[in-house]
């Protein structure tokens, strides 16, 4: 069998060797990964060289553009709810730590990762009180095996609307235009007020018109359910639109809307595409340290609930903390666990800037925590990732000299279209390439994988789909946490500093983004 594998080498700036991971060519994997999930036209900058065109009619049949988004893991379905929250992931990234990916080169790299969701989200709201939620069907789509741009399955779309309403899924996509507003608030002002626009329609549209959006889409219920219901990201969107707009409105009802819509009541372990308690009480920390917003006490509320989750991350609650396998990995679920590792450490790591920042300290029930520690922890789960954990394996692609080589991905595991474009049945692909027992013939260079089990085990398995799927929400909240490492990292070596000594990756670059090999 003839097998293409294409490698993609970053150009790397000088760097002066050093025992921790290299976080530079981490953020900038974490980044291109997202040109690897794109569904859509591609454009002719496109990065991510095995990908082609696909999902080209997306919502046609239904009278409406629905071409773009993201893919949201291994499969080729497009899911509204994990989609919009990876928009907003990776704007709050941007927004923190953007002065470092622009050090890193990164910055456009990432705007165009925001603006690639974003403007779909604009094409999936043609209404005030319509949004389109998904394209494709996670059944007919997991009885195929095919890459994106060979799709025979079912591409129609579904959406919520005044009769059947959705507010977890219209308040997500709120919350997402609205981060990515401020991002875009000096280099596109008129698109920034755009998304505004529809983030504050869309706000308006969940609260207005309540109720889960999995009982409206019932198609998403096996694959994206809803379990925490929609009241958290009504109070996620209005944070956010209350740092897009400084209109007080929104602040206002935070507070109001606090106590029952669980905002000063659920104390987390968690933070996810689904629950969104943990962020938004970190979020309403930040503007309660920065001398922001209305109602001190309400927003204290919201301070305490989000201690209790970083305390519950370092382990220093009395009673309800974040386990950890014994190689020091967060650990919470079997099937995708590396999503609950990058959120927690992102918040972690913001938390940490925002105590500094204040001049505070976080106070756990076993005693007073500096910020310092945050950041190591979240320190120490971005290091596992990399490869500093007891197999030595990173589970990032592409990233490190032992990374997972069969991922549970479609196409990843597929000839590239661009090298072999002869059809791919729906089921040839199952007997032909999910069986196949070598290494994926395309690198999807920055994918985050589900990760190991509680027992530090992984197996590099393209059936195991709990463990070898990545996913965007995997890698939106990394962004920020590496881009924040790499800044970290920088400033110890410029203090530091020692001679430069090229590593290998750098003397492998190109003046090209990538190139192509062929082993015939």
């Given at each position: 069998?003839?097998v293409?594998?294409?490698?993609l ?10 025992a ?11 980044i ?18 095995w990908?082609?065109h ?17 893919y ?20 709050w ?9 622009r050090?890193?080169g990164?910055?456009g ?7 690639w ?16 939620g ?32 959705g507010s ?5 996509t709120?919350?997402a235009m ?11 002002p ?11 329609q869309?706000f308006?549209f ?10 409206s889409m019932?198609?998403a219920?096996?694959?994206?359910a809803?379990e925490s ?9 209005a944070?956010?639109l209350?740092?897009?707009?400084a ?7 935070a ?13 987390m ?6 629950v ?24 204290k509320q ?9 305390c ?14 014994s190689g020091?990995l967060?650990?919470?679920?079997a ?6 590792v990058?959120?927690a ?6 938390y ?16 007073q ?9 979240a ?13 030595g ?8 000299s ?9 196409g990843?595991?597929?000839v ?43 197996a ?11 996913a ?6 990394l ?14 070596r ?7 000594i ?6 492998l ?12």
């Amino acid at each position: 069998m003839e097998v293409v594998y294409f490698f993609l080498f970053l150009v790397v700036s000088t760097m002066s060797v050093s025992a921790s991971p290299d976080y530079l060519t981490a953020l900038r994997s974490s980044i291109l990964f997202f040109e690897g999930q794109r569904s859509g036209f591609l454009p002719v900058n496109q990065r991510a060289a095995w990908r082609s065109h696909s999902g080209l009619k997306d919502g046609f049949d239904q009278g409406v553009n629905l071409v773009g988004g993201y893919y949201d893991a291994g499969d080729n379905v497009k899911f509204g709810l994990p989609m919009a929250f990876t928009i907003t992931m990776l704007s709050w990234s941007v927004l923190e730590y953007g002065h470092y990916m622009r050090m890193a080169g990164e910055y456009g790299h990432a705007l165009q990762a925001i603006k690639w969701g974003t403007d779909y989200f604009i094409k999936a709201h043609p209404q005030p009180n319509i949004l389109w939620g998904e394209v494709g069907d996670g059944g007919s789509d997991h009885y195929c095996w095919q890459r994106p741009e060979d799709m025979t399955t079912s591409r129609r779309a579904y959406h919520i609307s005044e009769s059947n309403p959705g507010s977890d899924l219209a308040g997500e996509t709120a919350a997402a235009m609205a981060a990515a507003s401020i991002v875009f608030r000096h280099s596109r002002p008129s698109y920034s007020k755009l998304l505004v626009a529809h983030a504050e329609q869309l706000f308006q549209f969940a609260d207005t018109h309540r109720g889960r959006y999995d009982s409206s889409m019932k198609v998403a219920r096996m694959y994206y359910a809803s379990e925490s219901g929609y009241n958290d990201e009504l109070l996620w969107a209005a944070f956010w639109l209350y740092e897009a707009t400084a209109d007080e409105r929104y602040i206002n009802y935070a507070v109001d809307n606090a106590q029952n819509l669980g905002g000063t009541g659920w104390a987390m372990t968690e933070f996810s595409w689904d629950v969104k308690y943990a962020g938004l009480q970190v979020l309403a920390t930040k503007i309660l340290l920065q001398g922001r917003g209305s109602n001190a006490e309400v927003l204290k509320q919201y301070q305490s609930k989000a201690e209790f989750f970083m305390c519950a991350c370092l382990q220093k609650n009395q009673d309800k903390n974040i386990g950890r396998t014994s190689g020091g990995l967060i650990y919470k679920r079997a099937w995708n666990n590396m999503q609950y590792v990058t959120s927690a450490s992102f918040l972690m790591t913001v938390y940490s800037d925002y105590l500094s920042k204040s001049h505070q300290h976080l106070q756990c029930p076993t005693g007073q925590v500096g910020g310092n520690e945050l950041l190591n922890m979240a320190k120490s789960q971005v290091d596992y990732i990399l490869g500093n954990n007891p197999r030595g394996t990173s589970y990032m692609v592409g990233v490190g000299s032992n990374y997972p080589q069969k991922i549970h991905h479609r196409g990843a595991s597929i000839v590239s279209y661009k090298v072999d474009s002869s059809f791919i049945a729906c089921r040839m692909g199952y007997e032909t390439w999910f069986s196949y027992g070598s290494a994926d013939p395309n690198i999807h260079v920055g994918a985050v994988v589900g990760g190991p089990d509680e027992n530090d085990n992984y197996a590099d398995d393209r059936a195991d789909f709990e463990q070898s799927e990545p996913a965007t929400y995997n890698n939106a909240p990394l962004v920020g946490v590496l881009a924040r490492m790499y800044g970290l990292s920088t400033t110890y070596r410029s203090q530091h500093s020692t001679p430069a000594i090229p590593s290998k990756l750098q003397r492998l670059v190109t003046a090209h983004y990538f190139a192509v090999g062929v082993l015939l």
